[in-house]
């Protein structure tokens, strides 16, 4: 009864280093999303794929990227890490049907600090 | 575009009493769901209740309900009887219910039980 798995639980970068966050849910939910947590501002979308192939951007987009590797599958990517993406990451996941009110699921999010 | 305001960024109540938190939205649709999540210390996003705009009853879970005012775009949310387990970030978000999916959060309000 995985849910939503997200790694790593933490990490430490350097400025310009890369690094990809891995995200797999196991409930066959069409929809998933990556999103950051950063204090005082609630959940702010990076990027989501309403379903296996589609892509979009979120509200803060920027220096990020996504691939939606199958209906499990996506993963977040910073090509060149900043101090401005230290954040607390969060993947979700929603079976998601015009007409129905599903809960999101949550992995257990991802404390990045960039130094 | 869809926006979601929390008015309260801390609240602090005597356990056994009763709380509300506020939530307010801004939306041009006239069918959609909200939702209060709940994250304490351990930052798993837990689903707390939900609401359907078509629905005139308002939500109940347990000690927690909604008072769902869709004329003046009002979902705030009621915690009876708190216990020294609801400490916790509450979160209120609203989800499009067309193709879109996407979820948009509030800022949060810090939840505080004294005992």
């Known amino acids: 009864n995985a849910g939503v798995t997200q790694t790593p639980k933490f990490q430490v970068l350097k400025t310009g280093q890369s690094m990809t966050l891995q995200c797999a849910q196991d409930?066959?939910?069409?929809?998933m999303y990556w999103y950051r947590q950063d204090p005082g501002m609630g959940l702010r979308l990076i990027y989501y794929?309403?379903?296996?192939?589609?892509?979009d951007k979120g509200e803060v987009p920027n220096g990020y990227n996504v691939s939606r590797l199958n209906k499990r599958e996506f993963s977040l990517r910073l090509e060149s890490a900043a101090p401005s993406q230290t954040s607390v990451y969060f993947c979700?996941?929603?079976?998601?049907?015009?007409?129905?009110?599903?809960?999101?699921?949550f992995g257990q999010g991802t404390r990045l600090t960039v130094v | 575009a869809q926006t979601v305001t929390q008015s309260q960024p801390e609240m602090s109540v005597q356990e056994a009493e009763t709380v509300t938190l506020s939530c307010t939205y801004d939306?041009?649709?006239?069918?959609?769901?909200l939702f209060w999540y709940k994250q304490p210390p351990s930052r798993q996003m837990i689903l707390v209740i939900r609401?359907?705009?078509?629905k005139q009853q308002n939500a109940t879970e347990n000690r927690f309900s909604v008072n769902f005012q869709k004329a003046a775009k009002s979902f705030s949310l009621k915690i009876s009887d708190s216990q020294l387990g609801d400490a916790a970030m509450y979160f209120c978000?609203?989800?499009?219910?067309?193709?879109?999916?996407?979820?948009?959060w509030g800022a949060g309000t810090k939840l505080i039980i004294k005992p």
């Open positions: 978000a609203y989800r499009s219910p067309d193709s879109n999916y996407q979820l948009i």
């Open positions: 979700a996941s929603v079976y998601n049907h015009v007409g129905t009110n599903t809960e999101a699921f």
């Open positions: 794929s309403a379903s296996e192939g589609t892509t």
């Open positions: 939306t041009s649709e006239s069918d959609y769901y």
């Open positions: 609401q359907e705009a078509y």
């Open positions: 409930m066959n939910h069409n929809s």
